[in-house]
């Protein structure tokens, strides 16, 4: 598959660059890149269980997940609204 091209109304060029992965370590769960992402991509998950205490974390922490991959549109909003810089992005080639 060749690297997708396309271009703005301006006629310069863009390459979508779709999400990959949201790094969890980072995540804290805030929602903004839930918010600006229209394509039901992104979905708010309770923190993966890590450590000694048997359990879990009692706080009810969340964080975002990539849930539906299929339906980015490689806009980068996500990770251009993430105060933590959690998301990576890749484009396809």
């Given at each position: ?19 990959e ?17 229209g ?23 969340k ?18 609204i ?12």
């Open positions: 598959m060749s690297e997708h091209r396309y271009y703005t109304r301006g006629e310069i060029q863009w390459i979508p660059r779709y999400i992965t949201i790094d969890p370590e980072k995540c804290i769960g805030c929602g903004r890149c839930y918010k600006v992402c394509r039901n991509v992104l979905e708010l998950i309770e923190k993966p269980f890590e450590g000694d205490d048997e359990f879990g974390d009692d706080m009810g922490n964080i975002m997940s990539v849930a539906h991959p299929e339906n980015c549109i490689g806009c980068e909003a996500c990770g251009r993430c105060a933590k810089k959690t998301q990576t992005h890749i484009t396809l080639k």
